[in-house]
Structure formats: C-alpha cells, structure tokens
C-alpha cells in the first residue's frame, strides 16, 4: 500500500524560531492535507492543498504542494508555545478510498 | 452545533470483556472511519463506512467489530479477541467532494484493568 515518510519524528525548538516540516510518498497524490492533534485531543484540519505546486497560508502556517506530487512541507514561523502538538501530513492518490497518514512530527516549543 | 461526539473519553476493560465505543455526527456525512492510535505512531486504519449499513475492514480489523445502522452513528466494539487493546481511538467522518478531507472526534482512550 501507499506509505508516508514523515520527517522529522520529533522537534524541540526556542520560542520565536521557525520550524519545518514535510512528507513524501511512494506515489503521486491529488490531495494533501496538514492537521495538528492537541495532546489528548483529536486531530484539527490546518491546511488543504490541490495541485501541484500549490502555496497556501493559514497564518503562521504556510504549506506546500510539491511539484512532483509526491511531497508536501509545513512551515510554522515565529512559534509560540500553544504550537506544541503532533504534526499530521495525511495525502489521499487517485485511486484511493481513504486517506493515508504520515506517522506524525512532535513539536515542543521552548519557553 | 455539528460536529463528531465520541464518548467516552476514557473506558477502561477488563479481560475477557467485550466494549463499545461510540461516535455519532450531526454533519450528515456519508463516510465515517475508525483509528487506533498508539503513543509515538500515526494513525491505524481499522474500519470504515462509505454508507449505511456497509463497511469495510481497514489495515488492523482483527478483534475489532462495527455497526452502521443509521448515518449518524457508527459505534466500534474493541472483543475479548483484540488483546492489547490500549490506546487512543479516533472516529471520523468526511466530507463530501474528491479531496477526501476527515473531521475527527475528540478520541476515546481505552485502558485496560
């Protein structure tokens, strides 16, 4: 089945840094979604891309389309310590019937 | 306003003991999914419903059962046969069109006595 390498596992950052994220997959997507997953809680949409190459913001947070299909990045500037949580990268191919899941990135922001 | 219920928030099984977890929608989505989560681990898919009174088993299905009776609800039974049931399950639903998009419940964790 479709696999999602989902990089890095984990991050420990300063408060104010930037930080980067992104995944990649061993067939081509149509879609591409970013959610983040509160600790006990379930996971929140943040971004949704469609097409190749597609750059798109939800305030801090801006996400990437690759153009070769088969990957997407996540950047948070500027972060704050309520950005902590688990990063999800989930994408789905044309073929099929459900998403597939990234394995997640666990951001701490440092006071 | 709309959105997924999962109750409870935390359930705790005995050995032996067969448990139900539930998740309605009021966001009259057709497709519902169930998750297993597990610390450190992405999200497992174990069932799926496309539409009433039909679903399909999803990567880790054994020991786990579901219903699909009506569109607002699709409750997972984790049996006695699932023996390391412990961990965070999640229930989803989506919405309609192509990019195939999940809003998720809060989650259940199921620990086991």
């Known amino acids: 089945g479709q696999q999602l390498n989902q990089s890095p596992q984990s991050m420990f950052i300063q408060e104010g840094e930037d930080v980067s994220m992104n995944c990649t997959s061993s067939?081509?997507?149509?879609?591409w979604l970013w959610y983040k997953q509160d600790p006990g809680e379930g996971p929140v949409l943040l971004i949704a891309l469609y097409k190749a190459g597609e750059l798109t913001s939800n305030g801090r947070l801006t996400a990437q389309f690759g153009i070769t299909r088969k990957d997407s990045f996540l950047n948070i500037s500027a972060s704050i310590p309520s950005d902590v949580g688990i990063y999800f990268c989930a994408g789905r191919s044309g073929s099929a019937r459900q998403l597939t899941f990234g394995s997640g990135t666990q951001l701490t922001v440092l006071p | 306003d709309g959105g997924i219920t999962q109750s409870p928030k935390y359930l705790f099984r005995k050995e032996g003991q067969n448990v139900t977890l539930s998740c309605e929608q009021n966001?009259?989505?057709?497709?519902m999914y169930w998750y297993r989560q597990d610390p450190g681990q992405g999200l497992r898919l174990i069932y799926y419903?496309?539409?009433?009174?039909?679903?399909q088993k999803g990567d880790i299905a054994e020991g786990y059962s579901v219903s699909r009776e009506k569109k607002e609800s699709f409750p997972l039974t984790v049996t006695s046969a699932q023996k390391n049931p412990t961990a965070f399950y999640l229930c989803?639903?989506?919405?309609?069109?192509?990019?195939?998009?999940?809003?998720f419940g809060a989650g259940t964790r199921l620990s086991v006595l």
């Open positions: 419903s496309q539409i009433v009174n039909d679903f």
């Open positions: 966001l009259n989505h057709d497709a």
């Open positions: 067939s081509i997507f149509n879609t």
């Open positions: 989803a639903s989506r919405a309609p069109g192509g990019a195939y998009i999940q809003y």
